[in-house]
């Protein structure tokens, strides 16, 4: 599995010039930058008022109206964060479209047997795990909870924003994975069939033709 990146490049890249370049003691330049990212999101690089001591990025969602007319307000609200002394308990919530994508939920909680390092994982199904039981999570058919919890080592000031950069794209890096998965055994099952076909074709016997002879009569 790979770690998808967190952050847009470029505008990473501008910004990294941008602050380089004053850290450097050069003059600062005016910025008018438009990028154009997935699912129709655009970011805006500028300076508030022309001002070039200041620069602010701004994001478009054209379709975030849309969005909240069917409740993404409430969508973003399905994760939830329990602070304990010695632990953070971080909670996701996700639906699954077919039941065999339940399967790469739980390869989360093998992870741990290979990683000492990781946070523990729990995985719950069709139930909300026991933090939210007296709320109102949703339950049924399809849902999901991955449960991480977090201890004093991950949260340290040396790792605290790699754990931040890889919580918060959770859900995105486990629908991306379950749509790989599926990619790669679809492809597996084509190539087999294919190979399967050219056997089958191999071993077709071949049809016998018919031999037609030919006979010459003479004429004395």
């Keep these: 599995m790979i770690l998808l990146e967190i952050q847009n490049r470029i ?26 990212d997935f699912d129709g999101v655009q970011y805006h690089i ?14 478009s969602l054209k379709f975030y109206k849309e969005l909240q007319e069917h409740g993404a307000d409430d969508l973003i609200k399905r994760e939830y964060v329990a602070a304990q002394k010695d632990r953070v308990t971080v909670i996701f919530s996700t639906q699954f479209k077919e039941e065999d994508d339940v399967v790469i939920g739980k390869e989360f909680v093998e992870c741990r047997r290979h990683q000492q390092q990781a946070p523990q994982v729990l995985f719950s199904y069709k139930e909300p795990p026991l933090e939210l039981q007296r709320t109102d999570a949703r339950t049924g058919d399809r849902i999901g909870y991955v449960t991480f919890v977090l201890f004093p080592r991950h949260i340290a000031p040396e790792s605290m924003d ?25 492809s597996h099952m084509r190539a087999k069939t294919a190979d399967l076909l050219k056997i089958l074709n191999r071993a077709r016997p071949e049809q016998v033709k018919d031999k037609k002879t030919i006979s010459l009569v003479s004429r004395i």
Excluded: M, W
Excluded at 12 to 19: A, C, I, M, S, V
């Design 162 to 186: 790699n754990t931040i950069n890889l919580i918060h794209t959770l859900r995105n890096y486990l629908h991306y994975h379950i749509k790989c998965s599926k990619a790669f055994i679809h």
């Design 46 to 59: 500028s300076n508030p008022d022309q001002d070039r001591t200041k620069l602010r990025v701004s994001i």
């Design 11 to 36: 505008v990473e890249d501008t910004l990294n010039l941008k602050f380089n370049n004053a850290l450097a003691g050069n003059k600062p330049d005016l910025v008018d930058v438009s990028i154009a």
